[in-house]
């Protein structure tokens, strides 16, 4: 079997994610979910405890490139302003079936 690209959507951040030189990473791309992606967020135990952390692991997987980032680590997520995160999210959800939708409780 052939390894095919995965289908990607652009995006493009409210305000952009500032890294540490002061360079701002406002356009992505981002992929669809594979289960891969939710064992992988289940596994990690940042998420288990934070649930607000593992939401910053599973878009930092599924987000293929942000700016020029590439790969995505939930360490340059950590750098969002709320807007931009709240706004992945729902970019995540969108593209996503709902029975995958990220659902957060608390805060970063």
């Known amino acids: 079997m052939e390894n095919q690209s995965p ?21 992505g791309e981002m992929r669809l979910a ?4 939710e064992f992988y967020f289940h596994a990690d135990s940042r998420s288990l405890e934070n649930p607000a952390y593992g939401t910053l692991i599973l878009l930092s997987r599924v987000i293929v490139q942000l700016g020029e ?4 680590t939930p360490e340059d997520l950590e750098e969002l302003f709320l807007c931009d ?9 969108t593209i996503n079936p ?6 957060t409780t608390g805060e970063l």
């Open 69 to 72: 980032l590439s790969p995505v």
């Open 7 to 27: 289908i990607t959507f652009s995006f493009s951040l409210p305000v952009g994610l500032l890294d540490s030189q002061d360079r701002r990473h406002r356009d």
């Open 85 to 93: 995160w709240q706004y992945l999210q729902e970019v995540y959800n």
């Open 98 to 103: 709902p029975e995958s939708a990220i659902f």
């Open 34 to 37: 594979t289960g891969q992606d």
